[in-house]
């Protein structure tokens, strides 16, 4: 089996790396190649890379790994979620106070592959195993969200648990790839007026590599290694 295990940045999965490190001999008895992938940041960048991943190295299953802002005021910081879905929150047009996205201006028709309707769904096919975690709406943006009126717009169209600037182009490739996929995302801030006093990133990379080294040694069929980071 081989498993890509992509991210924007090498922060968020540092701990991730340096496990992998200490443990490919595990992974090779499995029989088990994992690769990583560190896109960058935005659609752009990801959908770059990752196309070109997929397409030179084609992977059994591919992993987003990612830390994102959640518009549920309920939800720990912290908590990791699971991508079912994901809109293109920022693709489209100003019209007047409105923003009309692709399907709104008639340049993209609502289940014209690989969309079900106007979002990017993971059926979660092909999989040998789920992680049974809180599964959750994604939209990704280029410019992340920071003004009521811009909060307020996204959760009247999408009604999105967890913002991200990456999530769709994930999803977008590896539907257009048939590559089975899973989008794992940390919660790090709530969607709000911007304050970085109140972010918990340390914590939200902590959990979210815990649960990448968890999810990597389930479908690798191994037992839990000992963690020595």
Known sequence: ??????????????????????????????????????????????AFSLGRNLDT???DIAIQAGIGGTFRQQWELGSVVLIRQEYLGDLGAEDNDQFKDLFDIQLWQ?????????????????????????QATGVSVNLVSGSEATIRKLESKYAPDIESMEGAAFHYACLLERVPFLQLRSISNYVEI????????????????????????????????????
């Open 1 to 46: 089996m081989k498993i890509l295990v992509t991210a924007a940045t090498t922060l968020e999965i540092q701990p991730f790396v340096q496990y992998l490190d200490q443990h490919r001999p595990a992974f090779a008895a499995a029989n088990c190649e994992i690769d990583i992938l560190i896109a960058g940041i935005g659609m752009m960048h990801t």
């Open 110 to 134: 609502p289940s014209q592959y690989p969309f079900t309707g106007n979002s990017l769904v993971n059926t979660f096919s092909g999989l040998p195993w789920l992680p049974p975690l809180q």
């Open 57 to 59: 190295h084609q992977p």
């Open 194 to 229: 911007r304050d970085k006093s109140k972010w918990q990133i340390p914590l939200a990379v902590k959990n979210l590599n815990e649960e990448v080294i968890n999810t990597v040694e389930k479908l690798a069929g191994l037992p839990s290694l000992t963690l020595k980071f």
